[in-house]
């Protein structure tokens, strides 16, 4: 029996796959903006986040849901 992984999950590996991918690339930093590290399933004002990006400084550049 083969299992499909969910669409939402496809896209969620991938698009964090491709942050990772640029932010490697560019040393964490883009036009002079540092970035943390890309996190899946992040805690988020008392939910779960699917994607977050951060700032260095650990504030929320991007999330995903």
Same mark, same amino acid.
């Given at each position: ?20 991918? *640029? @932010?490697?690339?560019?040393?964490? !930093?883009?036009?002079? $903006? ?17 994607? *977050? @990006?951060?700032?260095?400084?650990? !504030?929320?550049?991007? $999330?995903?849901?």
């Amino acid at each position: 029996m083969s299992r499909t992984m969910p669409r939402e999950a496809l896209v969620e590996e991938e698009l964090y796959h491709l942050i990772r991918v *640029v @932010l490697d690339k560019h040393g964490s !930093k883009l036009n002079g $903006v540092e970035f943390g590290k890309v996190q899946p399933q992040h805690p988020v004002d008392g939910g779960v986040a699917d994607l *977050v @990006l951060p700032f260095v400084d650990g !504030k929320h550049f991007l $999330v995903i849901e």
